[in-house]
């Protein structure tokens, strides 16, 4: 089985500070990929980055980043430039490779982003 | 571009009473899609997956089920509505052998 943990259920950041919102998780599969999702107040859950667990390089988008740490099943993500508009709900997600993999995913966490 | 869609975007309905949300996915072909639900401050539940026509998996037993009548469309149904039926369900599809899924805006149920 697989599990997905968010020990953050809520965090604030103040306009262009930097933000990590953390994740562990647990899985037998030695093939697999980590993503985090965002929900604004609309419920749209947003693709925001994805990790494939067989690279070693952490994946980059913008201002997103994540620090993958394979042996210590860690997947954290880190917020730089904090906008506004990154007022979310926050979903870390793990879905074994093969077809028709299911997502599992965390409980969130609710980032408020202030002036 | 591939867009997906779900109707209603919001429901209110009696308990006891049916249900029909519905699915659709523009833009592609043989796409795998997925219903999933999200109780008020949860994750995603998956509920069903659908790899074809036809071709219904579900993840959780319960009051609902799925069915898949066309290649891009897929429905989930429940001919009896439980007060625990309530939340916010989302639809999302991927390409096939791919491993991103994209999510619809989803419909928010609530049962009384």
């Known amino acids: 089985a697989q599990t997905v943990t968010q020990s953050q259920p809520e965090m604030s950041v103040q306009e262009a500070e930097t933000v990590t919102l953390s994740c562990t998780y647990d899985?037998?599969?030695?093939?697999?990929?980590l993503f985090w999702y965002k929900q604004p107040p609309s419920r749209q859950m947003i693709l925001v980055i994805r990790?494939?667990?067989?690279?070693?390089q952490n994946a980059t988008e913008n201002r997103f980043s994540v620090n993958f740490q394979k042996a210590a099943k860690s997947f954290s993500l880190k917020i730089s430039d904090s906008q506004l508009g990154d007022t979310a709900m926050y979903f870390c997600?793990?879905?074994?490779?093969?077809?028709?993999?299911?997502?599992?995913f965390g409980t969130g966490t609710r980032l408020q982003v202030t002036l | 571009s591939q867009t997906i869609h779900q109707w209603p975007a919001t429901l209110v309905q009696p308990v006891g009473s049916p249900l029909s949300l519905e699915c659709t996915v523009e833009?592609?072909?043989?796409?795998?899609l997925y219903w999933y639900r999200q109780a008020a401050g949860r994750g995603l539940q998956l509920l069903f997956y659908?790899?074809?026509?036809?071709?219904i998996s579900s993840e959780v037993p319960q009051n609902l089920s799925a069915s898949r009548p066309q290649d891009r469309q897929f429905i989930l149904s429940s001919k009896k509505l439980l007060l625990s039926d309530s939340g916010f369900y989302l639809c999302?599809?991927?390409?096939?052998?791919?491993?991103?899924?994209?999510f619809g805006p989803g419909t928010r149920l609530t049962v009384t």
């Open positions: 833009g592609t072909s043989n796409p795998n």
């Open positions: 999302a599809w991927e390409r096939e052998g791919e491993n991103e899924q994209y």
């Open positions: 990790q494939e667990a067989y690279k070693q």
């Open positions: 659908s790899v074809g026509i036809g071709q």
């Open positions: 997600a793990l879905r074994a490779t093969g077809t028709a993999s299911k997502l599992t």
């Open positions: 899985t037998s599969e030695n093939n697999y990929y």
